[in-house]
């Protein structure tokens, strides 16, 4: 089975431009979750996608957004960038409630 | 107090020796316990799930749970040089299974 699929695997984006990350998890897979690991916070929940519907949402602002498409691929976008939002972004997919997720190679973003 | 607390380390131990790992958290509720091992500039992999009290033994990894202690371990039998690497604790949200709160991590060299 195919692990999970991130693209792009790094981004180098300016200050205020925004940004879409691509997620593909493990066939069969409808959950899927997004992440931000970065040295200062470690990892951090940004939200939550299951068939297609948001169901739960870390504490980050509003320019974080996603969205789930009915094959369970997730795009997240994060709009009007910062510098602090340099980060490497995991993705991670789950077969269904309180099963193990498993992470994606990530994303590294860096904001020049 | 921080939700998912882990002994920040770093941890070195000699090669063939017991590496123990430790990792307390704070809501009652939570069901789901994971060990993830991640090395430097990789994704997180999982390694132990845990969900009843008691040990779970896979290969050299035992992982513990005492939910009356909020209380998780990890023990590495024989390590390796190759178990060199960050080991994160995750606990699911009661209110969102799907939703991971990760501990620090803590960092373990083993000296070959």
């Known amino acids: 089975k195919a692990g999970v699929t991130q693209t792009p695997r790094y981004l180098i984006k300016t200050r205020g431009q925004q940004v879409t990350l691509s997620c593909s998890p493990i066939s069969g897979h409808r959950s899927v979750s997004w992440y931000q690991q970065t040295p200062g916070q470690g990892l951090q929940f940004l939200f939550e996608y299951f068939s297609e519907t948001q169901r739960n949402k870390g504490n980050f602002p509003g320019r974080f957004s996603g969205r789930q498409f009915s094959n369970s691929r997730s795009e997240m976008n994060v709009s009007t960038l910062e510098l602090g939002d340099s980060a490497l972004y995991l993705c991670?997919?789950?077969?269904?409630?309180?099963?193990?997720?498993?992470f994606g190679q990530g994303t590294r973003l860096t904001v020049v | 107090q921080k939700e998912v607390e882990q002994n920040s380390g770093p941890l070195s131990v000699p090669e063939g020796a017991i590496a123990s790992l430790n990792c307390t958290y704070s809501?009652?509720?939570?069901?789901?316990f994971f060990w993830y091992r991640q090395y430097s500039g990789k994704s997180p992999e999982l390694i132990m799930s845990?969900?009843?009290?008691g040990d779970k033994e896979d290969g050299r990894f035992t992982a513990q749970l005492n939910k009356a202690s909020q209380y998780v371990s990890l023990l590495i039998r024989d390590s390796q040089p190759s178990d060199s690497a960050t080991y994160l604790c995750?606990?699911?949200?009661?209110?969102?299974?799907?939703?991971?709160?990760f501990g620090s991590g803590t960092q373990l060299t083993v000296l070959p």
């Open positions: 809501d009652r509720g939570s069901q789901s």
């Open positions: 991670a997919s789950s077969f269904e409630q309180n099963t193990e997720a498993f």
């Open positions: 845990i969900y009843s009290n």
């Open positions: 995750a606990v699911n949200s009661p209110l969102a299974a799907r939703q991971l709160t």
